[in-house]
């Protein structure tokens, strides 16, 4: 989160591929202020299919092992915005996402953890970057005539990876610090993703632990986890049909289409959604449970 987490150096170098992080979706959810009230089994028979995940809540919650750690991708900015509500008036849907994170050993809660969240827009752009359009895939006149010789390098990812881009504005929107409670939860307000070019809908986030919490922020720490956040097909087709995701001409990258995820529901990262069909522009709730290793270093 700082020069000084920066200056520590990591604890541990890992294989990405072979830490040990582990998800499940959350139990019984209250939650309210998001176009009405959402109550445990409120909409017990309108779940979308990724709130019908195996995992179950309660005493015998069960911990899914996942390799979840993505990339950071280009437009994480440390501007320790300590808010729980990080919407700054932004059009969309509204979104309570409430996320519980587990130390993936022992499955206790991870008290006062500090977790990071941010996210592009209803049309796909993200604070500190808006000069660079939709998910930084910038603007300008495109190429005309014939191409000529042989290309060369990567392709255009649309801003799903690749090293950091630096802000070309002082927005932050959408952006947003909030630590753990005793029992491991934390809770932002938000409205639903958009998309833009070569990614599905997605939330960037990382956990922070071992650090300090002050009054200009969280110093300190490493940073045990780097993921994302997933969801499905169902909801973003229905979240499209509402202003002003609607507006948002980009061709859209499915879920099954996207490179990054991994592809294995809720222990990737699928969050469990519960919406009333038919009016998804009330309002969503999206749960997930995330274990951590607190002694790891993820970038």
Known sequence: MTGQEAAQGPKHKR??????????G???????????T?????????ETRA?????????????????????????????????????????????????????SESCKPLANAAVDIWHCNALGVYSGYEAMGSGGGGGGTPPSG???????GAPPDGGGGGGHE?????????????RTDKRGFVEFRTVFPGWYQGRCVHIHTKVHVN???????????????????????????????VEPYSTNTTTRTTLDEDTIYPGNGTEGGLLKLQYRKNAIAKGVVATLTMGVDPSASAG
């Not at 720490?221 to 169902?234: I, K, M």
Request: glycine letters at 14%.
């Open 15 to 24: 294989d990405l591929t072979r830490r040990k992080v582990i998800a499940a």
């Open 38 to 46: 959402f109550a445990a089994g409120a909409f017990a028979g309108e």
């Open 146 to 152: 014939t191409p000529t010789g042989t290309p060369t």
């Open 211 to 241: 650090g300090t919490w002050t009054d200009a922020g969280y110093e300190g720490g490493t940073t045990c986890h780097t993921g994302q956040l997933f969801f499905d097909e169902e909801s973003v087709l229905a979240s499209a049909e």
């Open 166 to 178: 630096e802000p070309t504005d002082d927005e932050r929107y959408l952006r947003g610090t909030w």
């Open 51 to 103: 709130a019908q995940g195996t995992a179950t809540g309660g005493a015998g919650e069960v911990c899914y092992k996942l390799t979840s750690e993505t990339t950071e991708g280009p437009y994480y900015i440390d501007a320790d915005k300590l808010r729980r509500d990080i919407t700054e008036d932004q059009a969309g849907i509204p979104l309570t996402l409430r996320l519980k994170v587990i130390d």
């Open 26 to 36: 959350a139990g019984a959810v209250v939650a309210a202020g998001v176009g009405g």
